[in-house]
């Protein structure tokens, strides 16, 4: 599997997140098995877990999406919310196979609020940065080796990974469950 740097001019990246790497997004339908490679299998993992799913992913989708992404330290991912235009909900697995409480990288996940847009602008986020601390609070998930987290609409970050982590990167797949006819993400 190849792994690219991430495109800052795309999705929720900003250019002061560093530069992650991803691989190429796997789709597969809701009823259509395990997919030939290690982000196929995740995905119908992810998928066959349905009555878990309820109250948690909305239940209006036909397909899983997913790549493998690699947090470098000094790497994140800047605040955002996720389309629901385009999905329903969306999951992070954590398949590093070791991880430190000091090397960061964890989810961050801020209350569910209207009206916010998608992201800040890249450079000119105050509107963006007041409307989350106006409450100022929320939780944190770390990246815990093996644990599946779903996410449906919350504002949610990536903290950076911290220069303690040395060589080793927070490894994931992550992925949305996409709303019929909606395009890839």
Aim: negative net charge; proline residues 6%; hydrophobic residues 40%.
């Amino acid at each position: 599997m190849d792994l690219l740097p991430v495109s800052q001019g795309a999705g929720a990246w900003k250019l002061d997140d560093g530069v992650p790497l991803g691989s190429e997004e796997v789709l597969l339908g809701r009823n259509q098995g395990t997919a030939e490679c290690v982000i196929g299998q995740v995905l119908s993992q992810v998928s066959a877990t349905g009555e878990a799913l309820e109250g948690l992913v909305g239940d209006d989708w036909d397909r899983i999406s997913g790549r493998a992404y690699v947090y470098p330290k000094g790497t994140g991912l800047s605040w955002h919310v996720d389309d629901s235009d385009l999905y329903t909900g969306a999951f992070t697995y954590y398949a590093h196979p070791h991880w430190n409480a000091h090397w960061g990288g964890e989810l961050m996940v801020a209350p569910q609020q209207e009206d916010l847009p998608i992201m800040g602008y890249r450079f000119a986020n105050d509107e963006y940065s007041s409307s989350l601390l106006e409450d100022g609070r929320g939780s944190f998930i770390a990246p815990k080796p093996n644990r599946l987290v779903l996410l449906a609409g919350a504002p949610h970050q990536v903290a950076p990974v911290r220069g303690a982590a040395g060589d080793m990167v927070r490894a994931s797949v992550s992925g949305f469950f996409l709303r019929p006819g909606a395009g890839l993400t």
